[in-house]
């Protein structure tokens, strides 16, 4: 089977050892995506503009592998506070208009102490 490892230079670099992406033959999964910046900084503001960063992130992964943010049909979001939940929907659903499949945790703690972070696979 092939595995090839993605590496999108529009967004910033894994802070560890992995890639953005694997592309197999029948799925493309993509590595969890914070709101950062393509220098590695990132974004403050509100949940919503942080959900928007995470999934720009995404969506420049998914085009790097040869796919896009259309052929997705699995997102796994997490979040720190269900309180936010409401609001990060309401960006998601601007992006996710196809309405893959979806879960949604709260979680404790993320890296780098951000608010959101958001992982998917698509068809390649």
């Not at 953005?20 to 990132?42: F, M, N, R």
């Not at 996710?96 to 608010?115: E, I, Y």
Request: aromatic content about 6%.
């Amino acid at each position: 089977m092939s595995l090839t490892p993605v590496l999108s230079k529009a967004i910033a670099p894994p802070s560890g050892p992995y890639s953005h992406a694997i592309v197999t033959p029948t799925a493309v999964y993509c590595s969890g995506q914070i709101p950062s910046l393509k220098d590695g900084s990132l974004v403050t503001g509100t949940i919503q503009e942080k959900t928007q960063q995470c999934i720009k992130n995404l969506k420049a992964v998914l085009e790097e592998a040869g796919t896009g943010i259309e052929k997705v049909v699995k997102v796994n979001v997490f979040i720190t506070d269900m309180a936010n939940f409401a609001t990060m929907n309401e960006e998601y659903s601007k992006w996710f208009t196809h309405k893959p499949a979806r879960s949604c945790v709260a979680v404790k703690q993320l890296p780098k102490n951000v608010d959101v972070e958001i992982e998917c696979i698509a068809l390649p």
